[in-house]
């Protein structure tokens, strides 16, 4: 692992630095309060190669890496319009499809994820099930070569703005009946699928929805990879949408720091500035090297995850996920704080960004599966649950 950046990876941070500056997060907010999506920016996003940058040349994509996705969504987010469709549908959906999919579900589904003409959701999360993804069960059956799906979602994003979900479920092994995990591709306009939006309080043009699959009928060449080995193939979606998580959280860690430092330069009530008085400065400080920190390990993550070394890149996608989330949710909070009165109004823009900055602790795996993880595997520690 290098620590200094290609050519090629800093004209990509360039280029996508500028390009979601012309957007930014007035643009992102009036959308979501407007309640609309920021289908111009992911449709450029998708001309300009920047969604699909991670996947295969031969089917649309850029052929680079995990590294240069996270970078396109850390430098997206660092001007306020963190996608998470972004995580969703390059990083989960287009890594599974791409590495396990049939040929024809590649050329079916790849280049419209990689040049942003397809959307795809992911659902994995359960109301009764939640962190504990063992427990699913949305339940596959055969039906002659069809299947067919049932059960509910939660928590779902961008279900509204997709062509199809990926979802999660199982199917019964024939010998001892046991249910074991499996990915199908459901198109959103399949008949028995149906959702209703889940109000939340974040200001995001990006929706979550409770969905319901009734007797969805699906033909066979819906369920991607091997029946048996769902699990390995979730695993290589679940370390690149960790990864995403990290550099969303950074990208936001970034912006709110850049809000506070441009604000408290100028700001004075006193002799001075309010950022030369140390209890301005000092918290700002470490905000930024707690953000540079975690994004050394996003780094790590992701170029171990490139490298192909998935057990190395599981722990740092993990701990990167873990730092950045910490890291950014206290940038916030100290953003906020930085900016006193202003720092409450909708005028300055960084309210808003509390309750999403949250998320990172949440989603897409909590703060204390994290820390679960890296107790028992990291550590050795035994579980608890
Ligand atoms: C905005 C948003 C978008 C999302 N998008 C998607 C999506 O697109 N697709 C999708 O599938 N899911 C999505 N999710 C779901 C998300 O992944 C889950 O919310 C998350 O995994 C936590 O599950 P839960 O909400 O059921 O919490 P729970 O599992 O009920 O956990 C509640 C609390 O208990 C803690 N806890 C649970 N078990 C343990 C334990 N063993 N030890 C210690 N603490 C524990 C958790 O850490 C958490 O703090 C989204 C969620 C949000 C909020």
Redo the contacts with the bound molecule.
Sequence with gaps: MSFIETDEQKELRKAVAQFSANYGEKYYLEKARAGEHTTELWEEAGKLGFIGVNLPEAYGGGGAGMYELSLVMEEMSASGCAL?LMV?SPAINGTIISKFGTEEQKQRWIPGIADGSITM?????EPDA??NSHRITTTARRDGSDWILSGQ?V???GVDQAQAILVVGRTEEAKTGNLKPALFIVPTDAPGLSWTKID?E?VSPEN?FQLFLDDVRLPADALVGSEDAAIAQLFAGLNPERIMGAASAVGMGRFAINKATEYVKTRQVWKTPIGAHQGISHPLAQNHIEVELAKLMMQKAATLYDLGDDGGAAEAANMAKYAAGEASVRAVDQAVQSLGGNGLTKEYGIASVLVASR?AR????????IL?FVAQTSLGLPRS?
């Design positions: 998470l969703v959701a992911f659902a994995i999360t939640g962190s979602k928590y779902i994003s939340m974040i979550q998320l949440i989603a897409p795996v909590s703060r204390e599966m679960n649950y």
